[in-house]
């Protein structure tokens, strides 16, 4: 069986971002990655401006506390003062540019009010609640990185360098479809012997959080040839197409045959648990190969190899440069004496005293487990595990977007 680190690695190998760039307004680029590194057209703040509501004034004109200055302008956020005029105050607001002449910001709840004058009951220094022209950002350095996945305050901070545009790769188009004469849909009679189709739920909401373009294909029947038919309809207009079940050799297993008719296929065992097989593989199509990956039919085992592998594959297709999650050590509130051979993801739940627990029944089949859940314990392979130990734990939070 292939370890986990070599599957990764082989579909990371197979994941070529993809070329076309389109140039969307700021405002609608959250979620999308972006294809180029952006640099500031100005500085940030533009000038020098007061952190706070108070009063600007020369620090030489405050020998003392309880000092009396005419307050000779006033300047609220917006405005441009003029040079302050010596031993006089300026009123002033958050934000407000800093009037040639100042070197120091007074706030106001340190000052009295006192007809036209301000009397100041604190002694300044230099620089004083003063926010310096650049000291956020500077002209000309780079505030976003290419590979960047787009978050509200990504797009803030280019609109606040005046970026009205961003260049964004286009979404990733994946096509999913779902095989088994067995699948209905919620609304439709079960009959003896059918299940609900939960897995094209699943797939297609996991893909639309992470920003694809989903085109769902819907159920194919149990056929050689109608399964190859869909399989080069999805080839059409895709970037990859994602099945889950339906790969293995038994009778009514027609994806592993009309993948290899359509392209090529490779069949990996993929040491952990849940989730041991996937298919990985391409269809030949007009433009190109087309990315294939089949996914195990059981819905836990979909949602753990989706996550773990399927998500950064798909992200590496994005143009994302960073697509590790982040994990935590945390406090095992459970025991786990009997390891698998293979590497294990255990549905789990963190609490906020720094403890994790597993849910009761780690079944795959037991979708319930992932409700339950807020994240996965990273168990290496054979390794036990005894309350109180450090395990790392991969929050869905992570892992879903």
């Not at 949602?303 to 594959?313: G, I, N, Y």
């Amino acid at each position: 069986m292939l370890s986990f680190e070599e599957a990764l690695s082989r579909l990371q190998r197979g994941a070529p971002t993809v070329a076309e760039v389109e140039w969307l307004p700021t405002l609608a680029t959250a979620g999308r990655v972006l294809a180029q590194a952006q640099h500031a057209t100005v500085d940030a703040p533009p000038l020098d401006n007061s952190a706070m509501d108070g009063y600007a004034l020369a620090v030489v004109d405050v020998p003392a506390a309880a000092t009396r200055l005419p307050v000779s302008q006033r300047i609220p956020a917006g405005s441009v003062g003029t040079r302050l005029q010596p031993g006089t105050a300026a009123r002033l607001f958050t934000g407000a540019p800093i009037p040639p002449g100042a070197d120091a910001v007074v706030m106001q709840e340190l000052c009295a009010h006192a007809g036209n004058e301000v009397v100041i009951n604190h002694l300044p220094q230099v620089g004083e609640h003063i926010r310096r022209a650049g000291s956020d950002i500077a002209a000309g350095s780079e505030i976003l990185p290419a590979g960047q996945r787009l978050r509200p305050q990504d797009t803030a901070l280019a609109a606040s360098v005046g970026i009205a545009q961003l260049p964004v790769f286009r979404r990733l188009r994946v096509a999913v479809l779902f095989t088994g004469d067995e699948l209905r849909m919620p609304g439709e009679p079960l009959p003896p012997g059918a299940i609900y189709n939960a897995n094209r739920f699943l797939l297609t909401a996991l893909l639309e959080r992470l920003g694809c373009e989903v085109r769902d294909h819907g159920q194919v029947p149990d056929d050689f040839a109608a399964t190859r038919a869909a399989l080069r309809k999805a080839a059409r207009d895709s970037d990859l197409i994602l099945t889950s079940g339906g790969v293995s050799v038994g009778e009514a297993d027609h994806v592993k045959a009309a993948v290899e008719a359509e392209g090529r296929l490779d069949m990996w065992k993929i040491a952990i648990k849940p989730g041991k097989p996937l298919a990985f593989g391409q269809i030949n199509a007009d433009v190109g190969e087309v990315a294939f990956i089949g996914l195990p039919g059981n819905p836990v085992s979909s949602f753990v190899t989706f996550l773990m592998l399927v998500r950064p594959f798909v992200l590496r297709r994005q143009g994302v440069g960073q697509i590790t999650p982040a994990s935590y050590l945390l406090r095992a509130d459970f025991d786990w004496l009997q390891p698998d051979a293979r590497r294990e993801f255990l549905r789990a739940r963190s609490g906020a005293d720094g403890g994790v627990e597993l849910f009761a029944n780690q079944s795959s089949g037991v979708l319930t487990s992932a409700v339950w859940g807020d994240g996965l314990v990273d168990n290496p392979p054979q390794q036990v595990i005894r309350r109180g130990d450090t395990v790392r734990f991969l929050p869905f939070s992570e892992l879903l977007g």
